[in-house]
């Protein structure tokens, strides 16, 4: 069966729109990828302003979550010529990207099984000049989100000193993640460098409930602060995404004052209500500008070198 959608200036053909991918958490039917479709025709407004321009990495289920997963970057040449493509450059050669820049490749992407979409840090016309900075706030205990809600809470509180916005939003999936907005004048090994810092002091105050160990034997019970998605072609899930898993939860941007609403957790929010919290414009306090660091470094480290 085909269903024929159309979304903006194009029309998309959705095959077999009656396939369940996602299955529900209670004795529901589950989530179609024609419930998916209906998402992104309804999420559009939401989801591209953080899509347009940013190449992408697509997370597709073609059998829905208990089959296979397909990690896609290369864009297929099948795809509709209408379809934004950018090439980049990689060790050997070059991958040519997705780029999301319309409601027709969102329904496009529903109708491929690409549950999740996953974004660079950077915008196709400066690949090396990230545009945002993120903190993956990654608990030892996934059930257990005191120690998410404590770790954004003080690295809020550093970023707030050293004068850099930041807004946080679930994941769908076991933390947080912390957006930084900036300016475009430094490379990754530079913003990289600086989040790991910022990690590191952290870490430096409190040992005992954080870690940047890279490797999960050496984390313990302690939280991660993770800053290695800071570099070149690296990937970091998009706002209002949804996730696969049971229930379709979704990546949901939140204002400071929901962290400590004790109904808050990495899958707060679905397909089902996620777009509520979306109409509360979330991240309209963090500004459409980002900021450059050589100000925020030189308080950084004035705070490193501050006695503890």
């Known amino acids: 069966m085909v269903r024929t959608v159309r979304a ?10 009656g396939k369940v991918l996602l299955p529900d958490l ?50 297929p040449d099948h795809y509709p010529d209408w379809v934004t493509r950018v090439d ?22 529903a109708d491929q099984a690409c549950l999740t979409l996953h974004r660079w840090l950077s915008r196709a016309d400066r690949p090396d000049r990230p545009d945002l900075m993120v903190f993956d706030l990654d608990p030892s205990d996934a059930d257990d989100f005191a120690p998410v809600r404590e770790a954004a809470h003080r690295l809020r509180e550093v970023l707030d000193r050293l004068e850099l916005p930041c ?41 005992d409930r954080l870690t940047v160990a890279a490797r999960k034997k050496d984390r313990g019970d302690r939280l991660y ?33 929901q962290l400590d609403d004790p109904d808050l957790g990495p899958r707060r929010w679905s397909v089902a209500d996620a777009l509520d919290q979306a109409r509360t414009r979330p991240w309209s ?17 004035r705070l490193r070198a501050s006695p503890a």
Do not use: I
């Not at 190449?55 to 089959?67: F, H, K, T, V």
């Open 285 to 301: 306090e963090l500004g459409g500008r980002g900021r450059a660091l050589g100000p925020a470094r030189r308080g950084l480290d």
């Open 225 to 257: 602060l993770d800053v290695q998605r800071n570099a070149y072609a690296q990937t970091v899930v998009a706002p209002y995404t949804v996730r696969a898993r049971p229930g379709a939860p979704v990546a949901t941007p939140f204002a400071w004052e």
């Open 8 to 17: 903006g200036r194009h029309t998309v053909e959705v095959h077999r729109p």
């Open 167 to 207: 807004a946080p939003m679930t994941t769908g999936s076991r933390g947080l993640h912390v957006v930084v907005p900036l300016a475009r004048r430094h490379g990754f090994d530079e913003v990289r460098a600086f989040a790991r810092d910022v990690a590191e002091l952290l870490v430096s105050e409190h040992p």
């Open 88 to 109: 980049l450059p990689k060790e050997g050669g070059t991958v040519r990207h997705l780029v999301c820049d319309d409601p027709a490749t969102l329904v496009l992407l």
């Open 26 to 75: 209670g004795n529901g039917e589950g989530y179609t990828k024609a419930d998916l479709v209906a998402y992104h025709e309804a999420a559009a407004e939401f989801m591209l302003p953080h899509l347009r321009g940013r190449p992408l990495m697509l997370e597709r289920y073609p059998d829905g979550l208990d089959g296979p997963r397909f990690m896609q970057k290369n864009t």
